[in-house]
C-alpha cells in the first residue's frame, strides 16, 4: 500500500538526516582531540543540523537540546 511506501521513503530520509549529524558530531570530537581550530565551525554546524531535524520531525527537540549542551560544554571546556 501506499502507506508503507511512503514510511520507507521518510525512513530512507530520516536515517539520511540522523547519519549526516552523527557525523558531523563525530568530525567535531575529532578536531577537538586533535585542538583543531575548526572545532567551532564544527559545532554551529552541527547545531544547525540539529535545528533542522527537529523542524523536520525526524528527532525530538530534547534530543537535539541535549546533544548541543554536550557540544557546547566540550567547546567551552576548550576555550578555557
Same mark, same amino acid.
Given at each position: 500500500?501506499?502507506?508503507?511506501?511512503?514510511?520507507?521513503? @521518510?525512513?530512507?530520509?530520516?536515517?539520511?538526516?540522523?547519519? %549526516?549529524?552523527?557525523?558531523?558530531?563525530?568530525?567535531?570530537?575529532? @578536531?577537538? %582531540?586533535? *585542538?583543531?581550530?575548526?572545532?567551532?565551525?564544527? %559545532?554551529?554546524? %552541527?547545531?544547525?543540523?540539529?535545528?533542522?531535524?527537529?523542524?523536520? *520531525?525526524?528527532?525530538?527537540?530534547?534530543? @537535539?537540546?541535549?546533544?548541543?549542551?554536550?557540544?557546547?560544554? $566540550?567547546? @567551552?571546556?576548550?576555550? $578555557?
Amino acid at each position: 500500500s501506499s502507506d508503507v511506501c511512503s514510511s520507507d521513503l @521518510a525512513r530512507d530520509r530520516n536515517k539520511t538526516v540522523r547519519s %549526516a549529524i552523527k557525523t558531523t558530531i563525530r568530525k567535531f570530537n575529532e @578536531a577537538l %582531540a586533535s *585542538g583543531d581550530a575548526s572545532a567551532a565551525k564544527l %559545532a554551529k554546524e %552541527a547545531s544547525k543540523q540539529l535545528d533542522k531535524a527537529v523542524s523536520k *520531525g525526524v528527532i525530538h527537540k530534547n534530543q @537535539a537540546s541535549n546533544k548541543k549542551s554536550a557540544i557546547n560544554k $566540550k567547546l @567551552a571546556k576548550l576555550k $578555557k
